[in-house]
């Protein structure tokens, strides 16, 4: 194999590697996931998705092996200051040009019946389903330990 061949086997292995995902124009940046407790039968996983196309990108749903149930939530408030966790009806749509943030206390990928724990520092790996029918997988670490500033944690349901 000459060095060319190698250098490029290298590169694309290392594209694969990392944690941003692209397609469609839509890159996944900064995936976790995590349980909100040891053994949780729940757990949620978050992210930055920008899309870097000229068009909107709506992302329709979410699945995964590791839960019986994958889906889209947010939080919305019950009119009495209660906020609830629901699934996000008709996707999220990403502006061209723009981002989404999937946090806590905001839109974020739940996952309910877990088939397996989410354990630090594996990897899981949830497919986006985009409304036009193409789909993308992508690969997100578990970080049970991270507590971005600004955000309460995530709590089960």
Known sequence: MSFKSTFIIGFSATLLM???AFAEGLMVKDPYARAARPN???GAA???LMNHSDQDITLMGVSSD???RVE???HIDNGEGIMQMTEIEGGITIPAGEMHMMKRGGDHIMMMGLTKFLVDGETIFVTFEFETGAEMVVEIPV???RK???HDD???H
Do not use: E, I, Q, Y
């Open 18 to 20: 990392t944690t941003s």
């Open 40 to 42: 949780a039968p729940t």
């Open 46 to 48: 978050f992210m930055t």
């Open 66 to 68: 590791v839960a019986k």
């Open 72 to 74: 889209l939530h947010t």
């Open 143 to 145: 970080d049970n330990a």
């Open 148 to 150: 971005p500033k600004g």
């Open 154 to 156: 995530h709590k089960s």
